[in-house]
């Protein structure tokens, strides 16, 4: 069993950063994809981020592309998510889901591959 841990989650107002960090109680394989999902109440999970290893590609959503980067820090069993100029409808609860081991690319949009998720972290963006 994996546990998943979220951080770094708060209020912020719109055009400035916040950096989410994920670490997982354990990654006892070389192969597998962490990613990022984020929800508001009403709506369906949306795809925000994901990493892949081997090989750590990267893969984004399209309403986050040139803003967000996740990065990965294999010493410390996280995952992080920069975001940047953030917009009000960045809103969501944040939360960290990882599988293993990893499976194709276009695969990794889907929440339903994970085995593993967080509690989430709720990010707010207003003014």
């Known amino acids: 069993q994996v546990t998943l841990v979220e951080s770094g989650g708060g209020f912020v107002q719109p055009g400035t950063s916040l950096r989410l960090s994920c670490v997982a109680s354990?990654?006892?394989?070389?192969?597998?994809?962490m990613a990022w999902f984020r929800q508001t109440p009403g709506k369906e999970r949306e795809f925000v981020a994901a990493v892949g290893w081997p090989g750590g590609s990267e893969a984004y959503g399209d309403s986050v592309k040139g803003r967000f980067t996740i990065s990965r820090d294999r010493v410390n069993r996280a995952v992080h998510l920069q975001m940047n100029n953030l917009k009000r409808e960045d809103a969501a609860v944040y939360s960290c889901a990882y599988r293993r081991p990893r499976i194709i690319f276009r695969h990794w949009r889907d929440d339903s591959v994970y085995a593993y998720w967080g509690k989430g972290s709720q990010v707010t963006v207003s003014s």
């Open positions: 354990e990654v006892s394989s070389n192969s597998y994809v």
